[in-house]
């Protein structure tokens, strides 16, 4: 049974910074492209950060510079590091396995709440 469990979630105020992780089970990880996305209230899922398995990392516009996605192959984790938080980031942040970059993703998780406000 594959599964994803996101966690690091949670409310900060803006310019502060979170770590996401998110955990994987029942697949072999590191031939996984692992990727992020978020969901803000009354709008569409988005890209967030792309990981492949090869180490190359592609990130939305939106979060260049602030965001870091990274992945530790030995702990079936990917993470990622969010600095500088903006409110327009408050979002539930998913993680998501896809054997192809760019492919359709085969896995996802839950889902960690993040909310940004003072």
């Known amino acids: 049974q594959v599964q994803l469990v996101e966690s690091g979630g949670g409310l900060v105020q803006p310019g502060g910074s979170l770590r996401l992780s998110c955990a994987a089970s029942?697949?072999?990880?590191?031939?996984?492209?692992m990727n992020w996305y978020r969901q803000a209230p009354g709008k569409q899922r988005e890209f967030v950060a792309l990981?492949?398995?090869?180490?190359?990392?592609k990130y939305a516009d939106s979060v260049k510079g602030r965001f870091t996605i990274s992945r530790d192959n030995a702990k079936n984790t990917v993470y990622l590091q969010m600095n500088s938080l903006k409110p327009e980031d408050t979002a539930v942040y998913y993680c998501?396995?896809?054997?192809?970059?760019?492919?359709?993703?085969?896995?996802w998780g839950q889902g960690t709440q993040v909310t940004v406000s003072s």
């Open positions: 998501a396995a896809a054997r192809t970059p760019w492919g359709v993703n085969d896995y």
């Open positions: 029942g697949i072999i990880f590191s031939v996984y492209s």
């Open positions: 990981l492949t398995d090869t180490g190359s990392a």
